[in-house]
């Protein structure tokens, strides 16, 4: 009888489990409650509390807002060269936010331009190719915020960075895939974007050490012959 009971309650906590994790899903994969399509490279709104909202620029970049306040709202994205993105921010804060965005495919005065490699903090390398760069600012306190942005073949190993102006280096987050997102959080705002692990110093590394493995290999059969 013990041993049923146990059987029992177990199934009951996975249902509870499953149920929990699916109502969750379906919430984040929710479509927003309103797409507003902007033709130009620049758009001025105001925003609800609680009203998801998305900006499709030029039918080719969408940026999708949510926050628990009031924004008012001024974006700048270059479209026509970051081309087909899904980046998405949801918000929690104290009051209500004045927040300016602009998007841009690179940032030379950066350094951040396609094809570039990158020495992090962790001494990892890392490759920008996203083409997408934002840079947030916001008169109000943040207390969180999560970035997003749909994952890619291209894009899905990459993990969200920020420009720490400081000590002028990329400083990358803990990135995971939810519902189909690259997905990161953050308490404060500045200059984003996703970087991809570069592994052709890796990949070199092991071809040098393979062909002088092979080297060695073929110099012990050719002495063990000539003796």
């Known amino acids: 009888m013990k041993k049923m009971n146990k059987v029992l309650l177990s199934a009951f906590?996975?249902?509870?489990?499953?149920?929990?994790?699916?109502?969750?899903?379906?919430?984040?994969?929710?479509?927003?409650?309103q797409?507003?399509?902007?033709?130009?490279?620049t758009h001025t709104a105001q925003l609800e509390a609680n009203v998801r909202t998305r900006f499709q620029f030029r039918a080719r970049t969408n940026l999708t807002?949510?926050?628990n306040v009031n924004?008012?709202?001024?974006?700048?994205?270059?479209?026509?060269?970051?081309?087909?993105?899904?980046f998405i921010i949801e918000i929690e804060a104290e009051n209500d936010l004045q927040m300016n965005m602009t998007c841009t495919e690179e940032q030379a005065e950066l350094g951040l331009l396609k094809g570039n490699t990158y020495q992090i903090r962790n001494r990892n390398r890392l490759r920008y190719q996203e083409g997408?760069?934002?840079?947030?600012?916001?008169n109000g306190t943040c207390t969180q915020a999560r970035l997003r942005i749909r994952?890619?073949?291209?894009?899905?190993?990459?993990?969200?960075?920020?420009?720490?102006?400081?000590?002028?280096?990329?400083v990358s987050v803990p990135t995971t895939i939810e519902?189909?997102?690259?997905?990161?959080?953050?308490d404060h705002f500045s200059i984003w974007?996703?970087?991809?692990?570069?592994?052709?110093?890796?990949?070199?590394?092991i071809s040098i050490g393979a062909v002088l493995a092979v080297g060695a290999i073929v110099l012990v059969i050719y002495f063990k012959r000539r003796k």
């Open 13 to 33: 906590t996975l249902i509870m489990l499953f149920s929990i994790i699916s109502s969750s899903m379906v919430v984040a994969v929710g479509p927003p409650d």
């Open 35 to 41: 797409v507003i399509p902007v033709a130009g490279d």
């Open 65 to 67: 807002f949510q926050a």
């Open 71 to 86: 924004m008012n709202l001024n974006m700048q994205c270059e479209a026509m060269r970051i081309g087909e993105k899904d």
């Open 132 to 138: 997408f760069c934002v840079s947030i600012e916001c």
């Open 151 to 170: 994952a890619t073949n291209q894009n899905r190993l990459g993990t969200f960075a920020y420009y720490d102006e400081g000590n002028g280096q990329w």
């Open 179 to 186: 519902d189909g997102y690259l997905t990161a959080e953050t």
């Open 193 to 205: 974007t996703i970087l991809i692990p570069d592994y052709t110093g890796l990949i070199i590394g």
